[in-house]
């Protein structure tokens, strides 16, 4: 599989709205595509023209030129689209996970931080039973809801620890948990940041098991078994580890490697590891040129997130880019 350069856009860095937002990787089950500030308070759903928004939600109204659903986000992170409503998203925030329904202008905390005691809400998806599953990112904890924002069970317990070994859903410890996607097996994946790997939450057997990285931090294993790869640290920044992940049809596992500036990719098939995306060596502060077709080349100071839709891979970068790579 060769990845290409589909397409780069520079945004200020006051994320004017007019050539894209970095963060509009996010997608429903109706293709309907987002976009989220997190600093102020908003998400988006964006119009057909790629630079307005169908409607925004949020706190407060962002423009008078587009409706406008209260919500009262704090800080939202993630969204995903609701497998038996299609016409819903989910929707993770500091405070809350709000399923809002976008035909009936309706929305619902449904998951609150205050309730639960859940410090700082990452990620929320759906798993194939339409349970809801939270990562908590400083907890070290992973929630699992039913479908109406009922507490099925939590897997960690709040102490950071480390298991390379399957381990139970009693026993399990996370550290630092930025981010969990659900796959197309049914399984949730976990990417346990200052633990410097990717874990498998394995449904049927009730364990966590250990997919790529060996609890240590570097840059190593391309080429070799994912289980022997290392991922970047940077001890004096304030989230340390990778930051991202996504996967796509076939499971195959893609992880924003944020202090290494690159992109890895674990195919399943053969539970390889690979960089398809970045470098090294980077210049801060300094944006991609729109006109550079080698992802190798591609220049990734901090990477921020990850999405994968249709056969892109939506890179955003902090300081200023949105990469999408190809892999048609």
């Not at 700082?120 to 998806?125: E, F, K, L, R, T």
Request: proline residues 3%; negative net charge; glycine residues 10%.
């Amino acid at each position: 599989m060769e990845w290409k350069v589909y397409k780069i856009i520079n945004y200020d860095q006051d994320k004017l709205w007019g050539e894209g937002y970095a963060q509009f990787g996010f997608t429903d089950l109706l293709g309907n595509r987002y976009f989220i500030n997190h600093d102020d308070n908003w998400i988006g759903q964006i119009a057909e023209n790629g630079s307005d928004f169908t409607i925004t939600m949020g706190p407060k109204v962002v423009s008078k030129n587009w409706p406008h659903l209260y919500v009262d986000l704090k800080e939202p992170k993630f969204l995903c689209g609701c497998p038996y409503t299609p016409v819903s998203i989910l929707v993770s925030s500091d405070n809350a996970v709000y399923r809002i329904n976008l035909k009936n202008k309706t929305s619902e905390a449904i998951i609150t931080s205050e309730k639960h005691n859940i410090k700082d809400i990452g990620n929320c998806v759906y798993d194939k039973l339409g349970n809801i599953w939270v990562n908590e990112i400083r907890g070290c904890k992973i929630w699992q809801f039913d479908y109406n924002g009922s507490l099925k069970q939590v897997l960690g317990d709040g102490i950071p620890g480390f298991q390379k070994q399957p381990a139970s859903f009693k026993e399990v410890r996370f550290n630092w948990i930025y981010d969990l996607r659900a796959g197309t097996d049914g399984n949730i994946y976990v990417l346990d940041s200052k633990n410097f790997c990717v874990r498998m939450i394995e449904i049927n057997s009730n364990t966590v098991k250990l997919i790529a990285g060996t609890g240590e931090a570097g840059y190593s294993g391309d080429g070799g078994d994912s289980l022997e790869a290392t991922f970047g640290s940077n001890s004096k920044a304030k989230f340390d580890g990778p930051w991202s992940l996504s996967l796509d049809e076939n499971d195959n596992i893609y992880i924003g490697d944020t202090q290494n500036h690159v992109i890895r990719m674990v195919e399943r098939s053969t539970n390889t590891i690979k960089t398809i995306a970045g470098k090294k060596d980077v210049l801060k502060k300094v944006r991609n040129n729109i006109n550079e077709t080698n992802p190798m080349k591609l220049n990734l100071p901090l990477i921020c997130g990850l999405d994968y839709v249709d056969g892109k891979l939506y890179i955003p970068e902090w300081d200023g880019d949105l990469i999408i790579l190809d892999k048609n």
